[in-house]
């Protein structure tokens, strides 16, 4: 496959120095994206630069991630209205060591391709780095008017920040320009990737290779468009923050749910963005949701194939399953199977109650759901759905109204859920 051809179709290249495609025609590139260690998950903001060394990999070339320990330290302006709190050394290793878990779903790392992928840490060429020999090695190769012209900085500088720009992040250019050189230098990278607000910041470390090393030394730079919503929305932010990859911190049924839950224009672009799907697959099942909007064929498509890339198979199959139980033919079996989280996601825009073990255990299911819960409105409404077949506990049907109430029947423990007709669920939590 062509690297440049792929991306293009798929929607994933905004700009490219003139000879990157050349270069990519005549030879195996080393390529490298950038990874703020930040947290100890990715989110799906870092999907496309994650996708562009997949797609790099699948098409002959080498694909290099740097997780950023000594620029995480520091915090990028691009993009961004205030300067980021640092991380101390224990928080950034621990973070490299998820970040590296999760690339590993993506990128093949272990096997001996001369193309397999590797994980560099840029603090491991900083930490020796004494600044006096920073400035008089690297610095003096890039003028000031130089970085100051760059749109990151200008926007700090004109009112985008409440505080200004220290000279922390204005040495982030500089700093990143250094992991360029380097790289050049040790594994004869030779292009580097990112988003298009990254375009400065590769352009300087393109700049200082040329005025350090030679003009014959040449590099090249590609970025991607920042991916945002049809209605020019950020991608990737929710109510609840950012979607992760960890499931610790996104649960695999919320992940799903959030491509699932994509408007139609954004799915058409999404599925070529963030799926290996070939452009004819992916034409057809565009095709197939346009003659049937309503079944979200793109969007099931989509989220089937992202969960499984970050989730695996068994959590997929999963995710789909709570997914049906609010509107399919779930049964308590099916419940049984959510882990605690999950339960919680699926059930969390349903009306929520708490009470005590002694209300509930014991207590006859009227007395509970209609008097200490407001489930029903009255008794008397209860007994006439129940005896009508429309009342449910745990997805099995409530055969008598007046029956007790036992610890056999909570949900990990803890939860009763309740079922009235057939879209009305209610959840009580017994503390």
């Known amino acids: 496959m062509n690297f440049v051809d792929e991306l293009k179709w798929r929607g994933m290249l905004h700009q490219m120095m003139p000879g990157t495609e050349e270069l990519l025609a005549k030879e195996q590139v080393t390529a490298y994206v950038g990874i703020d260690p930040t947290a100890d998950s990715l989110h799906i903001g870092h999907l496309c630069g994650i996708m562009m060394l997949r797609h790099l990999q699948d098409c002959g070339h080498k694909p290099l991630a740097l997780v950023g320990g000594a620029t995480g330290m520091i915090g990028d302006p691009s993009g961004k209205s205030q300067e980021r709190n640092l991380l101390d050394e224990e928080t950034l290793a621990h973070n490299i060591c998820c970040i590296k878990e999760q690339l590993s779903r993506f990128l093949d790392f272990e096997s001996d391709a001369s193309n397999r992928a590797e994980l560099v840490n840029n603090y491991d060429w900083m930490k020796g780095y004494s600044f006096l020999n920073f400035v008089r090695d690297i610095g003096k190769h890039i003028t000031v008017n130089y970085m100051m012209a760059k749109d990151s900085v200008q926007k700090r500088l004109n009112g985008e920040a409440r505080d200004g720009l220290s000279f922390t992040e204005f040495s982030y250019q500089l700093l990143q320009g250094y992991d360029f050189l380097h790289l050049y230098q040790e594994k004869n990278c030779k292009l580097q990737m990112g988003g298009s607000d990254q375009w400065g910041n590769i352009t300087t470390g ?142 969390s825009g349903v009306p929520h109650f708490e009470v005590s073990r002694a209300e509930a255990l014991d207590a006859k299911a009227v007395d509970l759901f209609a008097e200490t819960t407001k489930c029903f409105a009255s008794k008397s409404e209860m007994r006439k759905l129940v005896q009508g077949g429309g009342v449910s506990l745990n997805k099995e049907k409530l055969e008598a109204f007046d029956r007790t109430i036992t610890a056999d029947d909570l949900l990990d423990g803890k939860y009763l859920l309740v079922q009235r007709g057939k879209k009305n669920y209610f959840l009580i939590t017994v503390k």
Request: charged share 30%; with cysteine; hydrophobic share 35%.
């Open 206 to 347: 393109a700049e200082l290779i040329r005025r350090t090393l030679g003009s014959e030394n040449q590099v090249f730079a590609l970025t991607c468009p920042l991916i945002t919503k049809a209605d020019g929305r950020k991608f990737g932010k929710t109510e609840n923050g950012n979607i992760w990859l960890d499931a610790k911190r996104t649960t695999p049924y919320e992940f799903y749910q959030f491509w699932l839950n994509v408007a139609d224009d954004d799915a058409e672009r999404y599925i070529k963005i963030f799926t290996t799907l070939s452009q004819s697959e992916i034409t057809a099942i565009i095709d197939e949701h346009r003659q049937g909007p309503s079944c979200r064929t793109l969007q099931k498509r989509l989220g089937e194939e992202v969960t499984k890339m970050v989730h695996g198979e068994e959590k997929y199959k999963k995710a789909l399953e709570a997914s049906n139980i609010l509107f399919g033919k779930a049964t308590k079996e099916n419940l049984l199977k959510l882990d605690e989280a999950t339960l919680l996601a699926v059930f």
